[in-house]
T-cell receptor
Framework: AQSVSQHNHHVILSEAASLELGCNYS??????LFWYVQYPGQHLQLLLK??????LVKGIKGFEAEFIKSKFSFNLRKPSVQWSDTAEYFC?????????FGKGTMLLVSP | EAQVTQNPRYLITVTGKKLTVTCSQN?????MSWYRQDPGLGLRQIYY???????DKGDVPEGYKVSRKEKRNFPLILESPSPNQTSLYFC???????????????FGEGSRLTVL
């Protein structure tokens, strides 16, 4: 069975700071990876996904993630965060018929 | 508008009183799933369905039932709710029976359940 580990439970940044959220996974088969975001009081939305090809994936709102197979990692990055990026971020890995989520990282961006 | 609709959005109930949380999607998706979200534990899958009349257990199925009689609906049933089922529940759907190949999951707005 697959599993996902997110490094930080809470991250606090000032606006314009750079962001990197760590995600490591374990899965024995071909891996598909996702980052979802949950804004306060809302449902989860897809930020970006990796299925194959270029390991650097660009998503919405200026986010990107890099798949490093040798490190079993799929870290999320953004060069300059905004107050509106305050949200909880979930890394997820898919196996056949299931999608396993990490425990989430709460990002608070102060103006 | 493409969406996943859950009802009720908020519910307070008492131990042992059967309840059903409905989930409906209008995207003709094959795959549907239920998750519960708890602080510090992230999202954990309860049940999923790859097609009509096909359901399977996720990571935390105890105390829950589901059914998939129609493609668009996937209700979550708590036969005898207990306080440890107090949680935020999300229904989700995906085009492909295998979310690994079918792309993203579309989530409902969530149902916050409190069991006293």
């Amino acid at each position: 069975a697959q599993s996902v580990s997110q490094h930080n439970h809470h991250v606090i940044l000032s606006e314009a700071a750079s962001l990197e959220l760590g995600c490591n996974y374990s899965y024995g088969g071909t891996v598909n990876l996702f980052w979802y975001v949950q804004y306060p009081g809302q449902h989860l939305q897809l930020l970006l996904k990796y299925f194959s090809g270029d390991p650097l994936v660009k998503g919405i709102k200026g986010f990107e993630a890099e798949f490093i197979k040798s490190k079993f990692s799929f870290n999320l990055r953004k060069p300059s965060v905004q107050w509106s990026d305050t949200a909880e971020y979930f890394c997820a890995v898919s196996g056949y018929s299931t999608l396993t989520f990490g425990k989430g990282t709460m990002l608070l961006v102060s103006p | 508008e493409a969406q996943v609709t859950q009802n009720p959005r908020y519910l307070i109930t008492v131990t042992g009183k059967k309840l059903t949380v409905t989930c409906s999607q209008n995207m003709n998706h094959e795959y549907m799933s239920w998750y519960r979200q708890d602080p510090g534990l992230g999202l954990r899958q309860i049940y999923y369905s790859m097609n009509v009349e096909v359901t399977d257990k996720g990571d935390v199925p105890e105390g829950y039932k589901v059914s998939r009689k129609e493609k668009r609906n996937f209700p979550l049933i708590l036969e005898s709710p207990s306080p440890n089922q107090t949680s935020l529940y999300f229904c989700a759907s995906s085009l492909s029976p295998d979310p690994a190949s079918g792309g993203e999951l579309f989530f409902g707005e969530g149902s916050r359940l409190t069991v006293l």
